[in-house]
Nanobody, 124 residues
Framework: QVQLVESGGGLVQAGGSLRLSCAASGFTLGSYAVGWFRQAPGKEREGVLC????????YYGDSVKGRFTISRDNAKNTVFLQMSSLKPDDTGVYYC?????????????????WGQGTQVTVSS
């Protein structure tokens, strides 16, 4: 069974930090690019960060530069999103995704496998 499971979300005050995990099962995640996406209520899904199979990271935009980093631990078949200096605008459901032919940064429709999402809420 091919599966991605996000964890680590929660409620945090502005300026705080969270570390999200994306754990894969049923395949070797280290062979593929992995993207983190987020969606706020009533808004479209947006890309956050992507990491290639070689470990190179790519930002989808400027809003999280200097605050978020992406990394992977292939031995654990897991990708992480380290978030610091969190802002209320970072609030949303965070998803990880991968696909056989995806290259960073990639477009959402190019990702074949998605996790269930984990909620991040940043209070002011």
């Amino acid at each position: 069974q091919v599966q991605l499971v996000e964890s680590g979300g929660g409620l945090v005050q502005a300026g705080g930090s969270l570390r999200l995990s994306c754990a894969a099962s049923g395949f070797t995640l280290g062979s593929y690019a992995v993207g983190w996406f987020r969606q706020a209520p009533g808004k479209e899904r947006e890309g956050v960060l992507c990491i290639s199979s070689s470990g190179l990271s790519t930002y989808y935009g400027d809003s999280v530069k200097g605050r978020f980093t992406i990394s992977r631990d292939n031995a654990k078949n897991t990708v992480f999103l380290q978030m610091s200096s969190l802002k209320p605008d970072d609030t949303g459901v965070y998803y990880c995704a991968t696909g056989r032919r995806v290259t960073c940064p990639g477009i959402g429709s190019g990702y074949s496998y998605w996790g269930q999402g984990t909620q991040v809420t940043v209070s002011s």
